[in-house]
């Protein structure tokens, strides 16, 4: 995080570039870089972000003129404050200079309930909530990707207020206590003379403003939480336990800070003909000790549909046959998995004195040709009994 590379050298321009220069060079390197482009490539991938997030500073011409005063700090919340979290685009959106250096010089100075996480100043934005849904699919749904309906209960902005808290037909009011700043400077006289410093007006809590009649629908929050029905694409091949994200659909922000994301976290419930492992599919299938010995062509279940397969001549039971590309497709990505197909010699049971005779004729006509295995334990019991 310390290292991060300086945004005009990411994109390769200069500090005078014109927003259509940049706008150029970031294409270029967004195309160069694109996960599409480059499958299964890291650095690509890194480089990629890395590309995105430079643009999206420099092509805000705000966001540009604090990152030319400040740098990295300027720009990012969590640059040199210790949160260590970032990464994520969309978290910079408006922070506030006078910020920076609070939290560079105000942290760590007891007394103040330090450590507190809480932002300063209580008009900087802050991000929506995540919320985390789980949706369980069957089998095929996840190995084919399908549509869900999925229910969140989210934080929207106030439609009645428009998000400002107060009631219909009045606006919040310029806090008289701050004059809208929402710090108050305290004089404060010690040994070593007086002392001026800036508090937060308590008044407004350091708003700036006051909501004098808060607005019913939301009592004075700006948002409220609606229950809301949201289609999904599930993406063909995810697994169990895996997670994808629909951006920005979670909790609207604070203070035009970007919404959260919803996080779905997928669960499959077990098959009864199909078995995964990753990507690839396992199917057990019985067979007859007739087809095992004399060969035959079997239907077998895939994820496509059914497939016919030829068992060959003498196979034994618990061979597992290889069904290349019917497998699962790679989340993301091209290509799928192979099928496995084990097939079982079913022994066959409730016998009528017709097929126990006819099987006992059969056996009269065996040799040792028929049962090599057979004939090389016997051949060994001997050797081991003499
Ligand atoms: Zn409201
Ligand atoms: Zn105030």
């Known amino acids: 995080m310390a290292d991060k590379r300086d945004y005009y050298d990411v994109l390769g321009v200069s500090k005078d570039a014109s927003a259509d220069d940049l706008k150029k060079a970031y294409r270029k390197l967004a195309k160069q870089y694109h996960p599409d482009m480059n499958p299964g490539d890291k650095t690509a991938e890194a480089k990629f972000k890395e590309v995105n997030e430079a643009y999206e500073v420099l092509s805000d011409s705000t966001k540009r003129q604090r990152y030319d005063q400040f740098g990295h700090a300027g720009v990012d919340p969590s640059y040199g404050a210790g949160a260590g979290a970032g990464g994520f685009g969309g978290g910079f959106g408006g922070f506030d200079v006078g910020d920076i250096f609070e939290s560079f010089f105000g942290g760590g100075f007891g007394g103040f309930g330090g450590g507190s996480s809480r932002p300063r100043n209580p008009n900087a934005p802050i991000r929506g909530n995540d919320i985390n849904v789980t949706v369980g699919l069957s089998f095929m749904e996840a190995a084919k990707g399908c549509k869900q309906q999925i229910t969140v209960q989210r934080l929207e902005k106030c439609e009645t207020c428009g998000g400002s808290g107060a009631k219909k037909g009045t606006s919040p009011e310029t806090c008289p206590e701050c004059g809208g700043t929402g710090q108050v400077k305290v004089q404060q006289r010690t040994p070593i003379g007086v002392i001026q410093t800036t508090r937060t007006c308590t008044k407004c809590s350091g708003k ?179």
């Open 208 to 386: 700036g403003k006051i909501v004098k009649e808060p607005c019913g629908d939301c009592r004075g929050m700006g948002r409220v939480r609606h229950t809301r029905t949201l289609e999904v694409s599930v993406p063909a091949g995810i697994d169990d336990g895996q997670t994808f994200v629909l951006r920005g659909q979670g909790d609207e922000g604070l203070n035009g800070g970007p919404s959260g994301d919803v996080n779905i976290m997928v669960t499959l419930r077990p098959d009864t003909l199909f078995e995964r492992d990753g990507f690839d599919v396992w199917c057990d299938i019985p067979i007859t000790f007739t087809q095992a010995v004399l060969g035959d062509e079997i239907v077998v279940p895939t994820i496509d549909g059914k497939v016919k397969y030829n068992v060959p001549e003498g196979t034994q039971s618990g061979t597992v046959f290889r069904l290349r590309n019917k497998g699962i497709p790679y989340v993301n990505g091209r290509g799928r998995g192979d099928q496995y197909v084990k097939v079982n010699i079913e022994v066959p049971r409730n016998l009528n004195a017709k097929q126990k005779d006819a099987l006992k004729k059969f056996e009269d006509l065996s040799s040792d040709r028929n049962y090599e295995k057979r004939k090389s334990f016997f051949d060994k019991l001997k050797d081991a009994m003499k």
